[in-house]
């Protein structure tokens, strides 16, 4: 479960700041609960193919860091971090303008493993692209 010390407003901050793909992205932290993290993600110049829809990949960084984000929010971070050991998905729709929306809820909370379930939705709440992420969960040394 995700550790209750843990605000919205704290993570928001925390990725704010720095140089990361999230932040040049434009994926934004919106939401988090007990077993779950949400986010969105504009559909522009930055996640678009040349075709003018949105690029797999940009969904995919959406998923996955969705779910490395919660994943981190599992573990004893001072001790222990998470990363990311496989990651899939499914595009079922494609997005050219607006926002896509991700929920990242946690399946499976293991000590070594965790996997978690991201559904990236559009506007109008329609799916866009399904994935699964299993992160590792790492000591620091």
Avoid at 127 to 137: D, H, K, N, P, Q
Wanted: charged share 20%.
């Amino acid at each position: 479960m995700i550790n209750k010390n843990i605000t919205l407003e704290g993570l928001q901050k925390m990725y704010e700041n720095g140089d990361h793909i999230s932040k040049l992205l434009g994926i934004e932290i919106t939401e988090i609960g007990a077993d779950y993290i949400c986010g969105k993600m504009p559909v522009d110049s930055r996640t678009v193919q040349p075709v003018g829809i949105l690029h797999g990949g940009a969904s995919v960084v959406l998923a996955e860091s969705l779910g490395s984000i919660g994943g981190n929010c599992c573990v004893d971070f001072p001790k222990q971090y998470c990363v990311g050991l496989e990651v899939n998905a499914n595009h079922l729709r494609s997005a050219s303008s607006g926002w896509v929306y991700g929920k990242a809820s946690l399946v499976f909370l293991g000590k070594q493993t965790q996997v978690w379930d991201i559904r990236i939705t559009n506007e109008e709440n329609k799916m866009v692209c399904i994935s699964r992420l299993t992160l590792a969960v790492k000591e620091k040394i």
